[in-house]
């Protein structure tokens, strides 16, 4: 017997049926608010961008919740000045008995009146991210939290093969990929792309497009989008305020106004009002390995 015998084939329809991955509750989508996922290899900046996102939406006038999606719980802590408690942390406390929880016991006010929520995760190695997602969002949705918001924005976790990764495409409209002018950042997007694409067979999620971060140059990105069908929808040069701010744990929207400051605030707000609007649903063909790697081979 192969050791692949006893691994169901998915069908069109079921998605994850007999898999591994976390189902979400049917009661627990979110309904009325703009919701995006932000997506990219680990270290990309995909936290840097999201609260810089939702402080631009925030500013833009917008009722903002960020949900960071990581087990290290650093998504939101320039938007609020430290490191809070995740949610799965704090519903051990109360023996999972979520009745027992105040919404501020999890939610935290940031800049610009973001709500700020950490999901965490399970200890390394152990579990799966995608229940976790499911419990804040069903937390969220039991003290109606999600009723006056108008934007929900999943700053993901950059491993592709986790079920923490595929939740938040279950409840995302569009989802952004954070990328750089580099190999392994536009490999690594290359492979987001073909997981987002196999969730939108069966969910509402389509791609919205990429972001090149702390990149001097878009070429390479753009060479890469111009082959798959996809586009780049921001560009976040390599400037030292944006290290500045992480350090000083605060958002760009709050730092000393600096030309680079005010550039980089400008491409935020941009970007968010280009999401606002709404972006065509994106529906690139990723290549194959063999080939991307082929085409990113530098001289």
């Not at 994850?16 to 996922?37: C, L, M, N, P, Y």
């Not at 936290?47 to 917008?62: C, E, I, V």
Request: charged share 30%.
């Amino acid at each position: 017997m192969s050791p692949r015998d006893d691994i169901p084939q998915l069908r069109r329809g079921q998605d994850g049926e007999g898999s591994v991955q976390v189902h979400q509750d049917a009661d627990a989508r979110i309904e009325g608010a703009k919701v995006f996922s932000v997506y990219g290899k680990g270290g990309i900046g995909k936290s840097t961008t999201s609260s810089n996102l939702s402080a631009a939406f925030a500013r833009m006038g917008k009722r903002v919740l960020q949900i960071g999606c990581d087990p290290k719980h650093d998504s939101t802590f320039t938007l609020t000045g430290r490191l809070q408690p995740t949610v799965i942390d704090i519903l051990k406390e109360v023996d999972f008995h979520a009745e027992e929880l105040r919404p501020e016991d999890f939610v935290t006010e940031g800049w610009g009146g973001v709500h700020c929520v950490e999901a965490g995760g399970p200890p390394a190695g152990t579990g799966c991210g995608g229940y976790v997602v499911g419990q804040t969002v069903k937390l969220l949705k039991q003290h109606h939290l999600l009723e006056d918001t108008d934007v929900v924005i999943f700053d993901v976790l950059g491993d592709v093969v986790c079920g923490g990764f595929a939740a938040p495409l279950q409840h995302a409209d569009r989802a952004v990929i954070v990328t750089a002018n580099d190999f392994d950042s536009i490999y690594a997007m290359n492979r987001i792309i073909a997981a987002v694409q196999a969730k939108s067979a069966n969910y509402k999620v389509r791609l919205a497009g990429c972001i090149a971060n702390r990149s001097r140059e878009t070429d390479e990105v753009d060479r890469y989008c111009a082959r798959v069908g996809f586009d780049r929808i921001a560009h976040m040069p390599d400037v030292d305020a944006i290290r500045r701010s992480r350090l000083k744990k605060k958002t760009l929207f709050e730092m000393d106004d600096e030309d680079d400051i005010i550039a980089c605030r400008a491409e935020y707000l941009r970007l968010a009002e280009t999401l606002w609007r709404g972006t065509e649903p994106l529906a690139p063909a990723p290549m194959e390995d063999r080939d991307i790697f082929e085409m990113l081979g530098f001289d």
